[in-house]
């Protein structure tokens, strides 16, 4: 790639802006200084005032998302993009959520700048699990555990069934509960189907992605390796 094309992919500068960003000894290629906005180069290779490109190849990062922040680009207020380096909102392919939680709930997101990765995982035929811990205002019936397993489970609105999905009920207004598809709001729609609307809801797991073992406090995100969800 050019060295203008790679500072404008990358979210550093514009592809005008790279020459005066070399004139002044910002870029180096192999620890050699940059000499021209044209010349070519890997961006593995490159350095921007000493530090290597920020994800050469694509930005994977799992985010622990705070209540009252939503996923979006275009709604007032504190958005999840607002978390991390305005840098990355640069970046030539754009940064966005793979799937949304809603405003008020929290838990593990994760974000790239790969189309296809995105796809991958929200695609209606890849039944990426989902796992969700919640507190509800009433206890939870029960028989609400075989019923959301049998797959017949209908939602109000909808025209069919939710595919099964596994509860465990761990305290009398608490538990968590997998699903292995993304509905409209379904955890909350679902334990209100049944009496138990939800106060507190976290997202804790995506596949093999734990929040647990990432350490994440509220707000704070990490790099991830794409791999382990192929």
Known sequence: MRLDAILSRYGYCSRREAAMWIKR???????????SASAKAEPADVLVNGEPIEFPDGLYVA????????????????LVYDLLPPRWMERGDGVSTVGRLDKETAGLLLLTDD??????????????????????????????????????????????PCLPAELEITGECCGRLTLHEGRYHQVRRMLAAVGAPVVELTRIAIGPLTLEELHLAPGEWVAIDPSIFA
Do not use: Q, W
């Open 25 to 35: 000894g910002r870029v180096t290629v192999k620890g050699v200084p940059a000499k």
């Open 63 to 78: 985010l622990n998302k705070p209540t009252g922040c939503t996923c979006s680009h275009r709604e007032e207020g504190e």
């Open 115 to 160: 189309g296809a990765f995105v796809h991958a995982l929200t695609s209606p035929k890849r039944h990426v699990p989902k796992v969700y811990e919640f507190v509800c205002s009433a206890p939870i019936p029960r028989d609400a555990v075989a019923m959301f397993a049998g797959g017949e489970f209908m939602l109000h609105g909808e025209s069919t």
